[in-house]
């Protein structure tokens, strides 16, 4: 018995066997965020597809605000919540047989022209438009002033040289204006390139309120939160089992302790 020496080596967690890694506590954590994570992550593309459309601008009657070939993201509205200033997808026949996108300058009840010292009139106020391209005026040629029948709306191109918009169909029957009802979309963000949201413009702002802007951001979010928390929740495991190695190869470095 004198001479009997025993070494004992204390069983430690997380080491290399089979079995789960890391504290019953962070696995149900990291489940629950993984969990988490993907009611924001899936959710977030289900309410962003359920809320708005993609579109492709064919053509520069936006430029600069939105180029040709840009992709934009337009949130699905009613033609009734429409607001001065907004950039609407719209369709037409009388116009053409296909979407078109313009930017909303008055609406049923207001009266319209052009141009008074290079701006446009809108119910005899003249309007700020910074979204113009620079050193141009709000039109290229004059038109006469054009009273807006209640329901509709007078539509232009930020590229007023080039748009063919309600200036081209003052004849027409209804002066070039276009009815709430075909508004399908109004355009929230340009998405590819990275221009961000549209800026709502202020110089419409003393004719009336200003639409608000979607829940784009609310859900680009609840998106980029569900990913981190996937991603953090997913890498508890690995983490754990290497932190769980590293404590092992510690211990086995260490000298035995003799009694």
Known sequence: MGGESMTHTAPRSGGTGTGPVGSRTGQRLSGLAVALGLVLFLGGFAW?????????????????????????????????????GDVVVFKDTTWANAPMVKRVVA????????????????????????????????????????????????LLGDERGSSVDSTAHLTDAASGTVARSAVDARVDSVVYPMKGMLERPTGFEALGSLSSPGPLRTITAAVIAGAVLVLGGGAYGPIAKRAGAARARRSSAEPAGVR
């Open 48 to 84: 962003g597809a359920v809320v708005y459309r993609p579109y492709t601008v064919p053509t520069s009657s936006m430029t600069p605000t939105i180029d040709a070939g840009d992709r934009i993201l337009a949130q699905r509205v009613d033609g009734d919540d429409v607001r001065r």
């Open 107 to 154: 609406i049923g009840g207001d009266t319209v022209s052009c141009c008074q010292d290079g701006k446009l009139k809108v119910n005899g106020k003249e309007i700020d438009e910074p979204y113009l391209p620079k050193g141009t005026p709000a039109e290229i040629s004059n038109f006469p002033t054009v009273t807006v029948p209640e329901g509709r709306l007078f």
